[in-house]
C-alpha cells in the first residue's frame, strides 16, 4: 500500500501542517509510502524564485526533521520530465469544465486582474503527482478532497478509454487535528499564506516566540476551559493543539486546567517539548547543504525509478512516444 502527500513550499511549515500532516506522515507511515515538497505547485499565481528555491529546501529538511524516513521522500521539481509528460496526457483526458468548476481555482482566481493558466491546469498536474507511483491512498484536507476526486475520475476515464494503467487512488482525511486554527483569528485556520504571523506558529520558531504567540492567543470572555469548539473555538483550538502534543483527546486535556492563563502556558510547554526535536534536527540538516542535497539527488532517483514503467505503459497506450 502506498501513501503519498505533499506540503507545498509556499511559506514556512507551520503547527497545523504539522499537526495535521507531516508528524501523521512520519508517524503512519509505510515503507511504500512517498512524500514530496510540491515546489511546482507553488508557482500558480505570483511568487518570488530565490524564495521558493529556499523554502524548498526548507522544507526538505523538515519532513526529514519531522522524522519522515529520507528513503521516503523527495522534491518534485527534481521529476519535472516526467511529470510533464504525464500532465499533457491527463489534460487530454481532462475536460475543461472539469477544472474549471474547481472550487480551489475559483477561489484563487476570482477578483484576480490576471490568472495563470497553471492555476487552472494544477489539479491536473496534481493528478500525475498520484497517479505517477501508482499511488493507493491520499492523505489529504478537506480542502484537497475535490483534487483527488478528479485524479480518481481521470485515472478511471485513461483505464477504460485507453487500457488499464493507473491505480485508483483513494483520498482520505485525518479525523484528530484536522483543523487547527489561528492563534489570533479562531474563525480561519492557521496558514502559511496567511499575513499576519501573530497567530501562526512555526515549526522552526524558538521556544520564546512560540510561548509568547501563545500568550496573546485570543479565547473569549466566559473564563470556563471546556471542549465546545461552536461557543469557544479558541480555547477549543488550544485544547486540540495540547491534545494532539500530549496523545489525550481535547476533552481530557481540559479536565486538569481551570484557567486560560494555565491553558496558554500548558499548551505553549507541551508544543515546545514537542517541537524541540523536529527544530533542531531541521536546523542541523540545513546547515549542512552537503548532506542536504545527498538526500535529496537520491530521492530524485527513486521517485523517477518508482515513475518509469508506467510513464511508458501509458505513454504506449496513448499512442506517443
Ligand atoms: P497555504 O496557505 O499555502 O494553502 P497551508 O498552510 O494550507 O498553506 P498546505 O501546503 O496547503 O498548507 O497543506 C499541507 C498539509 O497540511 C495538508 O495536508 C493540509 O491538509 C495540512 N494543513 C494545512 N493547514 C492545516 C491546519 N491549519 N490544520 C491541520 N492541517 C493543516
Ligand atoms: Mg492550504
Redesign the pocket.
Known sequence: MTRL?A??P??HA?L??Y????RRWAREGTDEDLYFVSDMHGMTTSYNPQRLRSLSREMLATLIGSSISPDRVFVQSDITAQLASLTWILECTCTFGEVARMIQFKEKSAGAKTVRLGLLTYPVLMAADILLPGADEV???E??MQHVELARTLARRFNTTYGEAFVVPKAVTPKV?????DLANPDR??????RDEAGVVFLLDDPDMIRRKFQRAVTDGLDQVEYRPDEQPGVANLLEILGACTDQSPRVAAESITTYRELKETVADAVVEELREVRKRTQDLLADPAELDRIRATGAERARQRGEHRLEAVTRLAGIG
Request: proline share 4%; no cysteine; charged share 20%.
Open positions: 502527500s506540503a507545498t509556499s511559506g507551520h497545523g501542517n499537526l495535521g500532516a507531516i492523505p489529504v484536507g480542502d484537497q487535528a484536522a483543523r487547527i486554527r485556520k492557521m496558514a502559511k499564506s496567511t
